[in-house]
């Protein structure tokens, strides 16, 4: 196992960057279509506080789905355990914007990480707010987290969610059938394109999974979530983080990840790192390709996977 950490940063930089296949950039809106895919960043902080920044680290880009981890964390503080029975904690072995688990499993969206269940819990968010308080209280929160006051959701990406936003819109009315949303689905979808088009960088990110891998606690002082709900969100990142390649995920890299179709992934290593890395180009299963790989070199020279008896 190596342990210069920087020596292993810049090995898997300069590989990355040297790549030729890279993935196809997401194309359903403009905003990510325009995305270069050359563009490579790895950013990890240490649980001693360590900061290791390679390639594009400090690059913003739009994190899509790795809010979800964010907004369940929040929605976990508001009803603690009521969340579940709202949404499952199951893999859902299906795409990320699959409708067909909803009607057999009565608009019960199979965990928080897929666009259904993210979408209830955009709802349990919006209990007696407008969308730009619930937005508001989400980049509040992020600020706190990553000790940074620039996080801002980027409004012509939430704008082009939106007016693409056919299938959200059908999973949300869907599930309202079902009386699994109590506030209309306007407001609703409106929070979930704006937290879908929050721009961060790798650094930052990285910086806002910290209480992940510190068992809840901020590094600053102080818990942000118990270290029972820590673990728990980490263990739906691990089972349900990259849709239905999650069980891949695992295999080949063994961290807790969630992975957005802007190309990032968020991936920790308890009590050890907090991770992140950015390359646009996605998989089959519209994960980062390069991110994916780069995080399995990672867990392969420093025994970060969870499985590993280096772990600990
Ligand atoms: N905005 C995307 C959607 O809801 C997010 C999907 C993702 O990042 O996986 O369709």
Redesign the pocket.
């Known amino acids: 196992m190596r342990h210069d950490l920087k020596a292993i940063i810049d090995d898997i930089v300069a590989d990355m960057r040297a790549e030729t296949e890279r993935g196809t950039v997401a194309s359903?809106i403009p905003g990510l279509a325009s995305a270069d895919p050359n563009r490579f960043g790895l950013a990890v902080v240490t649980a001693e506080g360590e900061v290791i920044l390679g390639g594009d680290a400090e690059t913003g880009f739009s994190i899509?789905?790795?809010s979800k981890v964010f907004t369940l964390t929040l929605a976990l503080g508001k009803v603690g355990n009521a969340l579940w029975d709202r949404v499952g904690r199951e893999p859902s072995g299906s795409a990320?914007?699959s409708i067909v688990q909803l009607e057999r499993e009565n608009g019960i969206p199979r965990n928080p990480f897929i666009?259904a269940g993210?979408i209830v819990i955009s709802d349990v968010n919006l209990a007696g707010h407008r969308t730009g308080d619930a937005i508001g209280e989400l980049i509040n929160f992020l600020r706190y987290l990553t000790d940074d006051g620039s996080i801002v959701v980027d409004p012509a990406i939430a704008q082009s969610?939106a007016e693409h936003?056919y299938?959200?819109a059908a999973l949300a009315n869907y599930m309202r059938a079902f009386g699994n949303l109590q506030n209309p689905v306007e407001p609703v979808l409106a929070s979930?394109?704006n937290q879908?088009a929050i721009e961060m960088t790798c650094h930052q990110l990285a910086r806002a999974g910290r209480f992940l891998m510190l068992d809840g606690r901020h590094p600053g002082g102080g818990q942000v979530v118990s270290p029972a709900r820590a673990r728990r969100i980490n263990a739906l990142m691990l089972t349900c983080g990259h849709?239905d390649a999650s069980g891949d995920f695992a295999f080949s890299v063994g961290m807790p990840g969630k992975?957005?179709?802007?190309g990032g992934i968020l991936a920790i290593a308890p009590g050890k790192a907090s991770v992140a890395v950015w390359s646009p180009g996605l998989n089959a299963n519209?994960n980062s390709h390069l991110g994916t790989r780069a995080l399995e070199r990672l867990t392969t020279e420093t025994g970060w996977s969870v499985f590993s008896a280096d772990h600990n």
């Open positions: 359903y899509q789905s790795i990320f914007n666009n993210a969610e936003g299938r959200n979930y394109f879908c849709y992975s957005g179709v802007g519209g």
